[in-house]
């Protein structure tokens, strides 16, 4: 089982940053993909951003050029510095992770527990 705890969330004017840290624990044979997601009031939750294959992270349109992902694979951490936030930004944020127990072996998903980001106008 793998375990991903955020921090860093909180209430932030428009034009304000912040940074989210998830760190993962427990026993995995390999993670696949670790990054964010968010769901704001009454829609669905949605990709941020994440890392997959490779070290070129995916980002939502949304977050280009104002959010930046970064991870620390040593540490099984991944952040998220989220810059120039505006009120549409509001949501829980949540950590993922995408992972395997055995070499070819199912993928399984892995959710924080979320971190709630508000954004005042």
């Known amino acids: 089982q793998v375990q991903l705890v955020e921090s860093g969330g909180g209430l932030v004017q428009a034009g304000g940053s912040l940074r989210l840290s998830c760190v993962a624990s427990?026993?995995?044979?390999?993670?696949?993909?670790m990054g964010w997601y968010r769901q704001a009031p009454g829609k669905q939750r949605e990709l941020v951003a994440r890392?997959?294959?490779?070290?070129?992270?995916d980002y939502a349109d949304s977050a280009v050029g104002r959010f930046t992902i970064s991870r620390d694979n040593a540490k099984m951490m991944v952040f998220l510095q989220m810059n120039s936030l505006n009120p549409e930004d509001t949501a829980v944020y949540y950590c993922h992770a995408a992972g395997m127990y055995r070499r070819g072996g199912a993928e399984y998903d892995f959710w924080g527990q979320g971190t709630q980001v508000t954004v005042s106008s």
């Open positions: 890392f997959r294959s490779g070290d070129i992270p």
């Open positions: 427990g026993t995995i044979y390999a993670i696949n993909s």
